[in-house]
T-cell receptor
């Protein structure tokens, strides 16, 4: 089954404790992206990747890092999480451009 | 720069009634247009997209949208809604000269009333 998986689905952590949210897709897609969803703000793009070793900033990249060492994986790293990063995070993938994205189920992150 | 405006944050509609969810965009270049749906506690799913050609686009679950270039709009319609259509709907655009970018609207929550 074609899918995008994210782990963990739920995470509660404390300020400053480094964390990684994993994202994996099994469709051999070139394009992958991370979004955060906040009430009243819709989805905002954090980072995206056009292919292995190619990443670029989205609209809200501050406080986040990504890497794309393999085509199927695109982890999101929060080196020093802060409460304003409490949000619902989605990973997505698509063939070369974001013209038909497949979304993961989401990761709900709470930073205390 | 591009922007997307979804004029209604919430739309209540009775079951079996028609619905229109409005989306307007701003862009100095031509764009590709999308509607995504997010059912409760799920990720987003592509409903339909406009890339080129016919301005009337049909999607899944009986939805359709019409691209109106002069009004810079891409409104989503369904002639008869069901309880199962309860969800949040997002309009999105990608500029044709930067097809690595996508900008989402803030979403419209569709409430189906019995």
């Amino acid at each position: 089954e074609a899918q995008v998986t994210q782990n963990p689905r739920y995470l509660i952590t404390v300020t400053g404790k480094k964390l990684t949210v994993t994202c994996s897709q099994n469709m051999n897609h070139e394009y992958m992206s991370w979004y955060r969803q906040d009430p009243g703000l819709g989805l905002r793009q954090i980072y995206y990747s056009m292919n292995v070793e190619v990443t670029d900033k989205g609209d809200v990249p501050e406080g986040y890092k990504v890497s794309r060492k393999e085509k199927r994986n695109f982890p999101l790293i929060l080196e020093s999480p802060s409460p304003n990063q409490t949000s619902l995070y989605f990973c997505a993938s698509s063939p070369p451009t974001p013209l038909a994205q497949y979304f993961g189920p989401g990761t709900r992150l709470t930073v205390l | 720069a591009q922007s997307v405006t979804q004029l209604d944050s919430q739309v209540p509609v009775f079951e079996e009634a028609p619905v229109e969810l409005r989306c307007n965009y701003s862009s100095s270049v031509s764009v590709y247009l999308f509607w995504y749906v997010q059912y409760p506690n799920q990720g987003l799913q592509l409903l339909l997209k406009y890339l080129s050609g016919s301005t009337l686009v049909k999607g899944i679950n009986g939805f359709e949208a019409e691209f109106n270039k002069s009004q810079t709009s891409f409104h989503l319609r369904k002639p008869s809604v069901h309880i199962s259509d309860t969800a949040e709907y997002f309009c999105a655009v990608t500029p044709s000269n930067r097809d690595d970018k996508i900008i989402f609207g803030k979403g419209t929550r569709l409430h189906i009333l019995p």
